[in-house]
């Protein structure tokens, strides 16, 4: 079964310095993989997806993430973070090679400081 | 367009009642999937129902059950409550499944007491 590992729980940094936050994957298949938001009180919503092709994948509010086979890493990144990108994060791949679910990560809590 | 609706938003059940949850999903997505958010175990999926069909089916005890309408509405059902089963319930809708990436809703924070 595929399996996600967020490295970071938290990851405090001060507003307008880059950010990466770590995913690592397991997996002997191929893969897709995804990268979620959630703010306070809030559900999920989509940052960006992998599926094939470039592996330098453009999300939305400034975000990318780069697939890197070799490493099996999904690493998200921001230039330049702002106090309002104060959220949890996670990584997900599919479930044991499944289209029909996904396994999310633990999350990692991003805090934004002025 | 309209989002993934919830309903309700809060909810507080005593030990051993049951509970019905609602989903209405995007306007034109047939997948609708459940999953349960705990600070201890994270994100949990329950189900996933495409076409009035439950196509998978995570591990969870048989008190948790769903269905889905032919309007593609998901509701789902948890019998004889237990402590443990206070939970963010997220709903998530997509056009075919979990590939096509997830719109999910705000989610129904139940409390069992």
């Known amino acids: 079964a595929q399996s996600v590992t967020q490295l970071d729980s938290q990851v405090p940094v001060f507003e307008e310095a880059p950010v990466e936050l770590r995913c690592n994957y397991s997996?002997?298949?191929?893969?897709?993989l995804f990268w979620y938001v959630q703010y306070p009180n809030q559900g999920l919503q989509l940052l960006l997806k992998?599926?094939?092709?470039?592996?330098l994948v453009k999300g939305i509010n400034g975000f990318e993430a780069e697939f890197n086979k070799s490493q099996t890493s999904f690493h998200l990144r921001k230039p330049s973070v702002h106090i309002s990108d104060t959220a949890e994060y996670f990584c997900a791949v599919p479930a044991g090679g499944s289209a029909r679910q996904l396994t999310f990560g633990s999350g990692t809590q991003l805090t934004v400081l002025p | 367009k309209a989002g993934v609706t919830q309903t309700p938003r809060y909810l507080i059940k005593t030990r051993g009642q049951q509970v019905t949850l609602s989903c209405s999903p995007i306007s034109g997505h047939r997948s609708v999937s459940w999953y349960q958010q705990t600070p201890g175990q994270g994100l949990q999926f329950l189900f996933e129902y495409f076409s009035e069909t439950q196509r998978n089916k995570g591990n969870f005890p048989g008190r948790f059950s769903g269905r889905q309408f032919s309007n593609s509405r998901s509701e789902m059902n948890v019998s004889t409550l237990e402590l443990g089963d206070s939970a963010l319930y997220l709903c998530a809708s997509s056009l075919q499944g979990a590939r096509d990436g997830y719109t999910f809703g705000s989610g129904t924070r139940l409390t069992v007491v």
């Open positions: 997996s002997s298949v191929s893969v897709y």
């Open positions: 992998y599926l094939s092709g470039s592996t």
